[in-house]
């Protein structure tokens, strides 16, 4: 299991969309109720993971795990800058 990284989130839908591209280049049919159904989770809790873009990183390895052949060790992952940052008026045009 990877260590987990300040201020970046494994991403659901991208890895699921990423997962669902693989396995059709491999010449198999993934649907989301297939995926759910080997995760052992209700589609309606899959949905939710899918809608909210957060799912337990448990759900992530079991994935990684259960379809090794089209996703590997596949990390989709999204930075959040907590930095603010101010638009300069300077590079604008007059």
Same mark, same amino acid.
């Given at each position: 299991?990877?260590?987990?990284?300040? +201020?970046?989130?494994?991403?659901?839908?991208?890895?699921? /969309?990423?997962?669902?591209? %693989?396995?059709?280049?491999?010449?198999?049919?993934?649907? @989301?109720?297939?995926?759910?159904?080997?995760?052992?989770?209700?589609?309606?809790?899959? +949905?939710?993971?899918?809608?909210?873009?957060?799912?337990?990183?448990?759900?992530?390895?079991?994935? %990684?795990?259960?379809?090794?052949?089209?996703?590997?060790?596949?990390?989709? @992952? %999204?930075?959040?800058?907590?930095? /603010?940052?101010?638009?300069?008026?300077?590079? @604008?045009?007059?």
């Amino acid at each position: 299991m990877r260590s987990k990284k300040e +201020n970046v989130r494994e991403v659901f839908p991208a890895t699921i /969309d990423r997962l669902i591209e %693989r396995a059709q280049d491999a010449g198999k049919t993934l649907t @989301e109720a297939d995926i759910a159904a080997e995760l052992g989770i209700p589609m309606d809790t899959f +949905n939710f993971y899918y809608k909210k873009d957060k799912a337990p990183a448990e759900i992530f390895d079991q994935m %990684r795990k259960i379809y090794k052949q089209f996703i590997g060790t596949l990390y989709i @992952e %999204r930075v959040v800058l907590t930095d /603010d940052f101010e638009d300069s008026e300077e590079d @604008e045009e007059e």
